[in-house]
């Protein structure tokens, strides 16, 4: 792959922007230079790679790669580094699940993602990907960090996205025809309604792939799309309560 003396074989849940910087990390190069020739390759119109691994993830995140979305919070976020310490404790390779911005969760071990080092706090940098090491400490990413078990809801919108991922029957029958992308604006705009009325402080979207804000909207958004529609007529009704003149607005600009 681009010319590269050693090649070594994409894991079937791989992250491509993991893969690139453990590609890089295995022929002695820095991570952006090989994400720099991969971009070069694609405007090229050669597309090696996709004999290499073309698993649903990489289709999609490669657009993000090569064109990086300017919106708040879209849907791949790989520049926002998040792992499962326990995952890599069995296999050091970034999970492609790891690229989504509303995943917070692993859906394997059932506890939240962290995106800091567990001893001197540093958040993770691209390095990270290739080492498995934090950058700042150099402290295994798979050590000391404290397990905390994630939020039920935010857990199940980590495993809608999987399900979608891995081509796997859904548990939300009424959202089952949602493509990764289409559950992922509308998980996204009831997180955003949800948490807003909930919390004291509004959040900084900006920043939407990091947990701190991830992680509330993913939650909010669990709580509306898990018992769809009931949890969205229930989210309307308190709506209504805490914010009628909002409410009228939005009922009439729908009749």
């Not at 090229?44 to 649903?56: C, D, F, P, R, T």
């Not at 492609?96 to 940098?125: E, I, M, R, Y």
């Not at 857990?155 to 081509?167: A, D, G, I, M, P």
């Not at 308190?238 to 009749?255: E, Q």
Request: glycine letters at 6%.
């Amino acid at each position: 792959m681009f010319g590269l003396l050693v090649t070594p074989k994409p894991l079937m849940d791989e992250s491509l922007y993991g893969y690139l910087y453990r590609l890089a990390h295995t022929n002695g190069l820095a991570g952006l230079e090989v994400v720099a020739m991969h971009r070069s390759c694609m405007a090229a119109g050669q597309k090696e790679w996709v004999k290499i691994h073309s698993s649903l993830s990489w289709l999609l995140s490669v657009e993000e790669l090569l064109h990086p979305a300017t919106e708040a919070i879209k849907a791949w976020s790989p520049q926002h580094r998040k792992c499962c310490s326990q995952c890599l404790e069995e296999s050091q390779h970034w999970r492609d699940l790891w690229d989504l911005t509303l995943v917070t969760c692993c859906p394997v071990h059932k506890n939240s993602l962290h995106d800091h080092c567990s001893v001197c706090g540093a958040q993770f940098k691209p390095g990270v990907m290739a080492t498995f090491e934090c950058t700042e400490c150099g402290t295994s990413l798979s050590f000391g960090a404290r397990s905390i078990r994630a939020d039920p809801m935010a857990l199940w919108v980590t495993c809608e996205f999987e399900r979608r991922l891995r081509h796997a029957p859904t548990n939300s029958d009424p959202l089952s025809h949602l493509t990764i992308n289409e559950f992922h604006e509308l998980a996204k705009r009831f997180g955003v309604r949800e948490s807003h009325s909930v919390l004291d402080k509004p959040l900084k979207l900006a920043g939407a792939g990091a947990l701190a804000v991830a992680i509330p909207l993913a939650t909010a958004a669990g709580q509306i799309l898990k018992d769809w529609p009931h949890g969205f007529w229930a989210f309307l009704d308190k709506l209504a309560i805490t914010r009628p003149a909002f409410f009228k607005v939005v009922v009439a600009s729908t009749v």
